[in-house]
């Protein structure tokens, strides 16, 4: 079984900085695209950033020069660098990784439990 653990969430000043991790475990054949996702209240859940296997990254617009998503595929290890936080940045953050489990297996997308990011002074 697989399994995404992830941390890093906490109490933040605006302008101060985190950094999230998730790490994924189990019976993993190849993992592809990892990301992060993250949900406020009364909204829906919304794209992060995304980083795939070979370093490629791609973030949204409100995220870009602030937030960098890295991995560590030794590690099966994903990360979001967040500075410059705001008050707007308060979510819960979620991981997610494309992989696939066995050598004849397909593509199959798991989620992390997601840590709670939040910004106020």
């Known amino acids: 079984q697989v399994q995404l653990v992830e941390s890093g969430g906490g109490l933040v000043q605006p302008g101060g900085s985190l950094r999230l991790s998730c790490a994924a475990s189990?019976?993993?054949?190849?993992?592809?695209?990892m990301g992060w996702y993250r949900q406020a209240p009364g909204k829906q859940r919304e794209l992060v950033a995304t980083i795939t296997s070979g370093g490629s990254t791609n973030y949204v617009d409100f995220v870009k020069g602030r937030f960098t998503i890295s991995r560590d595929n030794a590690r099966n290890t994903v990360y979001l660098q967040m500075n410059s936080l705001k008050p707007e940045d308060t979510a819960v953050y979620s991981c997610?990784?494309?992989?696939?489990?066995?050598?004849?297996?397909?593509?199959?997308?798991?989620w992390g439990q997601g840590t709670q990011v939040t910004v106020s002074s």
């Open positions: 997610n990784a494309d992989l696939v489990e066995t050598r004849w297996g397909t593509s199959v997308r798991y």
């Open positions: 189990g019976r993993i054949f190849r993992l592809n695209t």
